[in-house]
């Protein structure tokens, strides 16, 4: 698979064993850190290996390495426990809940619906 434009990129952190980028263990997404509580499923395409993930949030995510350009993609996400706002401010309920909403636009528009959580 190639990268385009409309690719969401991530951070992502992994456990290094044998090899190295294992399995992921944590992923940024904009501001908010996730930690990974399950790896699900995990298989490899020509040039990416994906990650069905259960982050510390409750959704699921899946995420690709492409191993060529060695860069991570949000491939998929679901959205499958209501979004619990941290009280810390005003200011950052609008900005986490913006940004969940963006994410959530963002990956149900972009992917078709063979790239989605079944």
Known sequence: MSTNSR??????QCYAGRKADERPV????GLHK??????IDQWY??????FKVCGDDGN??????????DEWILESF???????????SPATHV??????ADLSRSCFELFAPSHRLK
């Open 7 to 12: 690719d969401v990129h991530v951070d992502v």
């Open 34 to 39: 996730y930690m990974v509580d399950e790896l």
């Open 60 to 69: 699921l995510y899946i995420l690709r390495h492409n191993l060529k350009a």
């Open 45 to 50: 395409g020509p040039d990416d290996k994906f």
């Open 95 to 100: 900005v986490n809940a913006k940004e969940v």
């Open 26 to 29: 944590s992923f940024q997404l």
């Open 78 to 88: 679901r959205q499958l426990r209501p979004l619990r706002l941290e009280r810390v």
